[in-house]
């Protein structure tokens, strides 16, 4: 039989050019990136057509999270859409929803066309409480005594193995250090409990690892040092302060400081990572840190109320701060002490618990009192002006006595907490006595943004201070507030109390109710 040839014409050829033309089209989309819907986590807030650009080889995602609502009390589930980065190619993570997920987020991915996540949806699978079957006497016994030996049995092993392992190493001139290997579902509670303990950060390796896979979405607040911004990290919330190129001696004194050994304290902002970046023409300088939605203590004051239970707990877990910093804490890896010479109200945050913690380190000063040195760093500035004490404005502080800086930052706390208390309503007898309007510090005696001249006439020439309300004194609870501030604000260095004292006060400082703060 003769072979038949197909038609140049025929239905043949049109039918082999058609996978051509797919694998074509399909290989351009790896190529060049697809688009992805995008809702959330947009790369640029002011995309207003819903999407983005995936890099070359990338995914399309649809996560799904549990987030705490302030306002309703409640977990709510919040929806993400977007593209992976490149350094996240989804490997492991988009694999997630093929299994049950117990923990309180999911993902899933793809990318076979132009939004092909918008429908996806992952789902968070609620842990079904299992009931065990009754059993007899015979199994339940045998149910103890199996894993009872099996765990005298390891234990013996153990033994011996670490004895082999003392005899071992006993014998080695050197020890290789252990890094942490950061798996793909990681979390940064999961990197910080690996951690050495020591409390001094993450490994560097694992800093800029996490930095390069920072998401940022939008611009939270700007400062003289630099713009902060709410990023994230593999769905986890994170505080990117991206700092001025002219300001590389802040970021570098605030990263040295965050990574002294156990600064780590609930009351000190939580430090995750640092690193530089380049962009071509730009260099960013990053700082990521814990991301506290309420803002800082500036802005929270402005729109809330307090009373005596939640001034006192604005109060307290800020000077437990401050007294970590001040303490030395002595040992083979112990903590210099630390001022942080620029404390005020927008240097502090308000956590969801509803305690301080304290930020910005870019002017801090540690002090070691074996070798009696303080170490200034290479930042020429100086703290904010409002807040500076009169022996500085005066120039009259001893800058080589560790003990003056400590003394001007409780001069500084005096003026926070003069802030907090302004905002607490009172009682007195059958009255009730609303807040004070939130003001800055000799707001009714300066310009608002004074200058060096203006604060040393008011505060060492005129001797003011903020007025204390009158109706302070008709409760004891404010009446004794009152006295911590103004003792903390003395002219005099060293009548002004110490953080430790302000902590012990506070501690025993009770509410009307009777409830002791603890």
């Known amino acids: 039989m003769a072979a038949m040839a197909p038609s140049p014409g025929g239905g043949a050829g049109q039918h082999g050019a058609l996978p051509l033309l797919l694998c074509f089209l399909l290989l351009s989309k790896e190529a060049w990136g697809l688009l992805c819907y995008c809702e959330g986590l947009c790369p640029d807030p002011n995309n207003f057509n819903g999407t983005c650009e995936a890099m070359p080889n990338s995914f399309c995602f649809s996560a799904v999270e549990l987030h705490y609502d302030v306002e309703t009390d409640e977990m709510k589930e919040e929806r993400t859409y977007g593209c992976l980065g490149q350094d996240e190619l989804g490997l492991m993570q988009c694999q997630a929803y093929l299994i049950e997920h117990y923990r309180p987020k999911n993902i899933s991915c793809c990318r076979e066309y132009d939004r092909c996540n918008e429908g996806l949806l992952p789902q968070l699978s ?9 059993r007899d006497f015979s199994e339940s016994l045998v149910l103890v005594t199996l894993p009872l030996a099996i765990v005298a049995f390891l234990a013996l092993i153990l033994t011996f193995w670490f004895r082999y392992r003392q005899r071992e190493n006993s014998l080695l001139v050197y020890n290789k250090p252990v890094g942490i290997i950061m798996g793909p579902n990681d979390t940064l509670s999961d990197l910080i409990e690996q951690s050495s303990g020591s409390g001094s950060g993450l490994p560097l390796l694992v800093q800029r690892t996490i930095a390069k896979q920072i998401q940022l979405v939008q611009s939270v607040g700007k400062g003289r040092y630099g713009e902060v911004w709410l990023g994230r990290w593999r ?35 939580g430090f995750i990572a640092a690193d530089i970046k380049g962009t071509g023409s730009l260099t960013q300088m990053l700082l990521i840190t814990d991301y506290h939605q309420l803002g800082s203590l500036h802005d929270y004051l402005q729109n809330i109320t307090l009373n005596y239970f939640t001034m006192i707990r604005l109060s307290l877990s800020t000077a437990c701060g401050i007294s970590h910093l001040h303490t030395e804490i002595f040992g083979t890896k112990g903590k210099p002490a630390i001022a942080h010479r620029d404390i005020k109200s927008k240097n502090i945050l308000v956590k969801r618990n509803g305690e301080c913690c304290i930020a910005d380190f870019g002017l801090a000063v540690k ?59 009172s009682e007195s007898g059958d009255r009730y006595l609303s807040a004070d309007e939130y003001q800055l510090p000799y707001f009714d005696s300066v310009p608002q943004d004074p200058s060096f001249d203006d604060m040393h006439e008011v505060v060492c020439v005129k001797g003011i201070r903020p007025d204390i309300p009158l109706r302070w004194h008709c409760n004891e609870v404010l009446k004794t507030m009152s006295k911590v501030i103004q003792e903390c604000w003395h002219a005099n260095p060293a009548a002004r109390l110490t953080a430790l004292r302000v902590k012990k006060t506070l501690y025993k400082l009770q509410v009307t109710d009777g409830t002791k703060i603890v």
């Open 126 to 134: 609620p842990q079904k409480p299992s009931v065990a079957p009754p």
């Open 235 to 269: 769905g986890e919330r994170v505080a990117v302060k991206v700092f001025f190129t002219t300001d590389e001696a802040s970021w570098f004194r605030e990263t040295e400081i965050y990574q002294t050994v156990l600064l780590r304290h609930e009351n000190i902002l």
């Open 367 to 425: 002090y070691v009192s074996e070798n009696n040195e303080l170490d200034f760093g290479t930042n020429p500035k100086v703290g904010t002006r409002r807040y500076m004490a009169p022996e500085v404005l005066n120039e009259t502080i001893n800058m080589s006595c560790f003990e003056s800086l400590k003394m001007a930052d409780m001069y500084s706390f005096g003026l926070v907490l003069w802030e907090i208390c302004r905002r607490c309503a």
